[in-house]
C-alpha cells in the first residue's frame, strides 16, 4: 500500500476536516487491529488543504464478520490500555511506593478514561467538537446531540423545538444512565457502507477503514450511522461487534443516529 499515495483535496477553509480525518486515522493506525490508509501529512496551498495518505486498492468482495470482529477489537483497545496502566500502577507502588503511572515505555501518554478528542473533526463537513469529558451522557449530549439540535432550531427558527430539545436532552441522559459505568472506545465515528471495503495485505483479503471522523466514545455509538445506512443487516451482520459489546437496545441505537 505504501508504493502509491492518495491526496484527499479539501475546500477553502477546510482545515479542520483534514486535520480531524488525520489525527483520526493515525489513532486508528495505532491500535494494530484492522487496517486504515496510512498518513502522511498534510499540504496548504493557497488557502486549500490536502490530506496525503497511502493508496487503496479495493477488493469488491466485503467479508463482514471479519470486518466486525477487527472493529471490536479496536474498540477493546483502549480498555486493554487502561488495564495495562493499572497492573504497571500496582507493580510500580508495590516495588517502589509510586503510583499513577499511565505512560508507555517510551514515555506516551496510553489509554484515556474520558471521552472526547485531542482535535476537531467533521461528519460529512460538519464540525464535531470533542472537548473531554468524564461521562459519556455528557459527551454525547454536549458535543453529538445538542449541536444538530440548535442547527435545527436555527434554521426553522421554531421555538416548539426549542422547548422540546430540553425534554429530550432529559430523557436522553435517562436512557444513557445505564451506560454510566462504560469505558471509552475509539470509534471510527462515520461507518457507513462507503466508508469500508476490502483490500490486500500480505496476500489476503483483509477489511479496511477511511474517512473517519473518530472520537473516544461509547462503542455502542458506533452502531448509530451503521444502522441509518442500513449497513448493519439481518442477513449481513457486523457479527464481530454484535458478540463482543453485546448491542441489546434499539432506544439507544435510535438517539446515537440523532448525534452522527
Known sequence: ???????????????????????????IQSTETILCPKPFGIIRRNGSYSLITSYIDFQLRKDWALAGSQLAKMHAKNGEQLAQNARRTRFVSVNSGMS???KSEEGEQIGTENFGFHV???????????????????FFIRHRLKPQIDRLIETHNDRQLFELSEILYTKTAKLLKCRENVLPSLVHGDLWGGNWSMTTADGAPEPII?????SYSDPEFEFGIM??????????????????????????????????
Open 1 to 27: 500500500m505504501d508504493r502509491e499515495v492518495e491526496a484527499q483535496i479539501g475546500l477553502n477553509n477546510d482545515e479542520d476536516l483534514v486535520i480531524g480525518e488525520l489525527e483520526s486515522l493515525k489513532a
Open 100 to 102: 499513577d503511572i499511565s
Open 120 to 138: 476537531t473533526t467533521c461528519c460529512g463537513r460538519l464540525g464535531q467538537e470533542n472537548d473531554w469529558t468524564e461521562t459519556w451522557e455528557e
Open 210 to 214: 477511511f474517512d473517519p471522523s473518530s
Open 227 to 260: 444502522k441509518m445506512f442500513e449497513i448493519q443487516k439481518a442477513d449481513k451482520p457486523v457479527s464481530g461487534i454484535q458478540i463482543s459489546w453485546q448491542i441489546d437496545s434499539d432506544r439507544r441505537q435510535s438517539i446515537s443516529e440523532l448525534g452522527d
